[in-house]
């Protein structure tokens, strides 16, 4: 009996096919996460936005420049790291997911994490927040590390809320630096 092996590029053709709910209805593509498949640093979002729903990529619209310039100040490569979301297909008017919407992704979610086996994940926002830590404030917690189920999560700012409130993108870039410095120390390559 063969085993099939489990990667990244078997649950970006599943994600990309699913039809676990009603999300893949209105979405022009689905949107796995992509990246190093071996990365040290794994960052995961709420869901795919507009831009991300028309180009079947993550972080590639507004959010995903802040990210890329936050990266670039502080030294991490995009390339070297993998990038998903809670949730792989944009909720209508980019709303916040439901729980049923997290609950169906979940399975694509911790198989990421599972492949990827990343030395730190990177929490953007409430909502990636509460799906992988459950109850808490982020706020409380932005910019700490947290460990839970042998993993090291560290979450900070969605860099969504910086569209929005420009004064947090200090806030973000300060938890990056953080971050950076925590890798050097525990000499994970970034």
Known sequence: MCMSIDSTDKIKAEVISCKLCNLCRNRTNAVPGEGNSKASLMFVGEAPGRNEDEKGRPFVGLAGKILDETLDKVGIVRSRIFVTNIVKCRPPGNRVPTEEERRVCKNYLQRE??????????????????????????????????????????????????????????????????????????????
């Open 113 to 190: 994490i599972s492949i990827v086996s990343p030395k730190i994940i990177c929490i953007l926002g409430r909502t990636a927040y509460e799906s992988l830590l459950g109850d808490g404030s982020i706020l409380g917690n932005r910019g700490k590390f947290i460990e839970k189920d042998n993993k090291l999560f560290f979450p900070t700012i969605h860099p969504a809320a910086i569209i929005y409130n420009n004064k947090l993108r200090y806030a973000l870039e300060k938890d990056m630096q953080t971050l950076v410095s925590e890798c050097r120390r525990l000499n994970i390559p970034i």
